[in-house]
Every structure is written in structure tokens, then in C-alpha cells.
């Protein structure tokens, strides 16, 4: 059976632990999250995305509406699929831009990973995450 998720991203390393969460706005797979408040009264996490320069809980793994669970990609030194912001190099530090698309890190940003290949805006940089 083939799961009609839309716009999934893509681990090329797993080291870390996913985590079901549940969105309080439309999410995007491919895009950085965090954590946007206390538990479901199911005890789930609630996720949106992550504001420009802010820290993240981890990668949205497919497309979600408000009020829908979602798969979250964490686990440091995973490499993973993310939407570019903007041009990344190959060793670039990465952190989170606008719509928690990925962005090469400016100095004293929240660095939340570094890029393993270099990618216009728009294509899918391969992040390994800190954390």
C-alpha cells in the first residue's frame, strides 16, 4: 500500500528518533518546525514552523493542515532533505529562513545544521542536523 503523502522529505542517514506531532497551522514538508506549545490532550507535541533565525525541534516530514498529526525528523548528525531559502554551499552552516526553509547561517544566527551539498533556492539542501 503506497501512502499518498504530499512533498515528503527524504533521510539519507537516520540516527535519530521521529516523533508524532501535531500541527496549529498548515505545515510544508521539507521545512524546519518548533515547538509552538504544551501537549495535545492526547499528549502529543504541537508543532508549527519555525520562525526565521529560530531554533527547531526538527524537519516537517510531509505537508499537514492545522489540527492534523504529523511525522517530525530529529536526531543529530541525521542528514536529511530541506527546502532551500536561498543559495547554500557544500559546508555551509545552516540555519532556519523565511517560511523554515533552510539559509546559509549569517554570523550569530541559531546554526541548526550544516549543508552536505551546494543547491539553488528552492531545491532540496541535504542537512545534517545538530540536534
Given amino acids: 500500500m503506497t501512502i499518498g503523502f504530499k512533498n515528503p522529505a527524504r533521510d539519507r542517514y537516520n540516527d535519530g528518533s521521529d516523533i508524532t506531532a501535531q500541527a496549529t497551522?498548515?505545515?510544508?514538508g521539507k521545512t524546519f518546525a518548533t515547538i509552538a506549545g504544551d501537549?495535545?490532550?492526547?499528549?502529543?507535541?504541537?508543532?508549527?514552523?519555525?520562525?526565521?533565525g529560530g531554533n527547531t525541534v526538527g524537519v516537517v516530514k510531509y505537508d499537514?493542515?492545522?489540527?492534523?498529526?504529523?511525522?517530525?525528523a530529529r536526531g543529530s548528525s541525521r542528514v536529511i532533505t530541506v527546502?532551500?531559502?536561498?543559495?547554500?554551499?557544500?559546508?555551509?552552516?545552516?540555519?532556519?529562513?523565511?517560511?523554515g526553509k533552510a539559509v546559509k547561517a549569517a554570523e550569530g544566527a541559531v546554526v541548526v545544521g550544516y549543508s552536505f551539498n551546494?543547491?539553488?533556492?528552492?531545491?532540496?539542501?541535504?542537512v545534517s542536523l545538530n540536534r
Fill in 39 to 52: 501537549l495535545t490532550a492526547e499528549g502529543l507535541p504541537t508543532v508549527k514552523t519555525a520562525a526565521t
Fill in 25 to 28: 497551522a498548515a505545515v510544508v
Fill in 83 to 99: 527546502t532551500a531559502g536561498g543559495a547554500i554551499t557544500a559546508g555551509d552552516e545552516v540555519a532556519v529562513g523565511a517560511g
Fill in 64 to 72: 499537514a493542515d492545522a489540527g492534523e498529526k504529523v511525522g517530525v
Fill in 118 to 126: 551546494t543547491v539553488a533556492a528552492g531545491a532540496d539542501a541535504l
